[in-house]
C-alpha cells in the first residue's frame, strides 16, 4: 500500500525494480546513491539515524506434511504446543531452504542455530524469500523468515496457500527480527523522505488492524487460528530521494531493495 499512495501524492516520481540484499543497500547508502533504507536490524553502517518501524518474531515456515510426518498421531498436539515457541531440535534430519547469507535475516538464524548447537540439512539457499516460502508450501523442505512476511499475504492470500504449511515462532529473544527506516545523518531528509516513513508507518499499523480482526474472525468461526499464513516477501528497501520530476525510485518486494537515480 505504501508505494502507490506515495505514487498517487507525488505523480511525478517514477519507480522501477531491481534486487540486492542487506549488505549492498548500505553500500548504497553510504556512496549517496540512496537516501533512505528500508531494512532489518542491526544497520552495521555508522553515521545512519534509525527509525522504528515494527518488530516481530521470526517464524519457522514448516510443510504440514513434514509436522504430520515427525510426530504422526501427535502432530495436532504438537502444533498447538510450538504455536507458543518451536522446539527446533524436532527437525534436525529434515531438510532446510535457507536466504544466502549476506541478508540480515540469514545472519540472525545462522546465530541461532549455533547457540542451540544446531546444524541444519540444507539443501538450497537463495536471494529470494519469495522462493524459499514457495518451495516450503511445496512440501520441499522448511524455512525461516521474519513474522511481517507472513502476515503481509496473510491478508490477501487464499486460504488453500494455509492449509500447506505450518508456521511456529522462534521464541529466542535474540530472533527479534526489527524492521527499521535508516537514513544518513550528515545528509538531509527531504520532505518526500519523511513523507515515505509516515506512509510505511501507516501501512504497517493498518495491517496490524487489519490482523487483529481477521484473527477473532477466525476464532468465533471456529477456524484454525494456528498457521493462518500464507506467502510474501516485503524485503528491504532503500528509496532515493531528490527533485520530484525526474527522480527514479527502484523497489523490489522479492527482495532486498535500492533505490538508484
Same mark, same amino acid.
Given at each position: 500500500?505504501?508505494?502507490?499512495?506515495?505514487?498517487?501524492?507525488? #505523480?511525478?516520481?517514477?519507480?522501477? =525494480?531491481?534486487? @540486492?540484499?542487506?549488505?549492498?543497500?548500505?553500500?548504497?547508502?553510504?556512496?549517496?546513491?540512496?537516501? =533512505?533504507?528500508?531494512?532489518?536490524? #542491526?544497520?552495521?553502517?555508522?553515521?545512519?539515524?534509525?527509525? #522504528?518501524? +515494527?518488530?516481530?518474531?521470526?517464524?519457522?515456515? *514448516? #510443510?504440514?506434511?513434514?509436522?504430520?510426518?515427525?510426530? @504422526?498421531?501427535?502432530?495436532?498436539?504438537?502444533?498447538?504446543?510450538?504455536?507458543?515457541?518451536?522446539?527446533?531440535?524436532?527437525?534436525?534430519?529434515?531438510?532446510?531452504?535457507?536466504?544466502?547469507?549476506?541478508?540480515?535475516?540469514?545472519?540472525? *538464524?545462522?546465530? !541461532?542455530?549455533?547457540?542451540?548447537?544446531?546444524?541444519?540439512?540444507?539443501?538450497?539457499?537463495?536471494?529470494?524469500?519469495? +522462493?524459499?516460502?514457495?518451495?516450503?508450501?511445496?512440501?520441499? %523442505? /522448511?524455512? /525461516?523468515?521474519?513474522?511481517?512476511?507472513?502476515?503481509?499475504?496473510?491478508?490477501?492470500?487464499?486460504?488453500?496457500?494455509?492449509?500447506?504449511?505450518?508456521?511456529?515462532?522462534? +521464541? &529466542?529473544?535474540?530472533? /527479534?527480527?526489527?524492521?527499521?527506516?535508516?537514513?544518513?545523518?550528515?545528509? !538531509?531528509?527531504?520532505?518526500?523522505?519523511?513523507?515515505? /516513513?509516515?506512509?510505511?508507518?501507516?501501512?504497517?499499523? +493498518?495491517?496490524?488492524?487489519?490482523?487483529?480482526? &481477521?484473527?477473532?474472525?477466525?476464532? *468465533?468461526?471456529?477456524?484454525?487460528?494456528?498457521?493462518?499464513?500464507?506467502?510474501?516477501?516485503? %524485503?528491504?528497501?532503500?528509496?532515493?530521494? @531528490?527533485?520530484?520530476? @525526474?527522480?527514479?525510485?527502484?523497489? &523490489?518486494?522479492?527482495?532486498?531493495?535500492?533505490?538508484?537515480?
Amino acid at each position: 500500500e505504501v508505494l502507490p499512495k506515495f505514487q498517487a501524492e507525488f #505523480p511525478m516520481v517514477d519507480f522501477s =525494480l531491481f534486487e @540486492g540484499n542487506s549488505t549492498h543497500l548500505e553500500d548504497e547508502l553510504a556512496h549517496g546513491r540512496v537516501d =533512505l533504507i528500508v531494512c532489518f536490524q #542491526p544497520i552495521m553502517m555508522e553515521g545512519v539515524e534509525v527509525v #522504528p518501524l +515494527t518488530q516481530e518474531d521470526l517464524m519457522l515456515v *514448516v #510443510p504440514r506434511s513434514f509436522t504430520d510426518q515427525i510426530f @504422526g498421531d501427535r502432530a495436532e498436539e504438537m502444533r498447538k504446543q510450538f504455536a507458543d515457541g518451536a522446539d527446533i531440535d524436532a527437525f534436525q534430519h529434515m531438510p532446510f531452504i535457507l536466504i544466502k547469507r549476506g541478508n540480515r535475516t540469514r545472519s540472525i *538464524v545462522d546465530q !541461532y542455530f549455533s547457540r542451540h548447537f544446531f546444524k541444519p540439512k540444507l539443501i538450497l539457499e537463495t536471494e529470494n524469500t519469495i +522462493t524459499t516460502l514457495a518451495m516450503a508450501e511445496a512440501g520441499v %523442505g /522448511i524455512t /525461516i523468515c521474519p513474522e511481517l512476511f507472513v502476515k503481509t499475504i496473510h491478508v490477501t492470500a487464499a486460504r488453500s496457500s494455509t492449509d500447506k504449511l505450518d508456521f511456529f515462532p522462534l +521464541t &529466542d529473544p535474540s530472533t /527479534i527480527s526489527r524492521l527499521v527506516v535508516g537514513y544518513r545523518r550528515d545528509r !538531509y531528509l527531504s520532505h518526500f523522505g519523511e513523507r515515505f /516513513i509516515q506512509l510505511t508507518q501507516q501501512a504497517l499499523h +493498518t495491517l496490524h488492524q487489519r490482523l487483529i480482526a &481477521d484473527n477473532a474472525g477466525i476464532i *468465533v468461526d471456529h477456524k484454525r487460528a494456528v498457521g493462518r499464513y500464507c506467502l510474501h516477501d516485503a %524485503g528491504d528497501l532503500a528509496v532515493l530521494q @531528490g527533485d520530484v520530476e @525526474g527522480t527514479d525510485l527502484r523497489v &523490489d518486494f522479492s527482495a532486498d531493495l535500492v533505490a538508484e537515480l
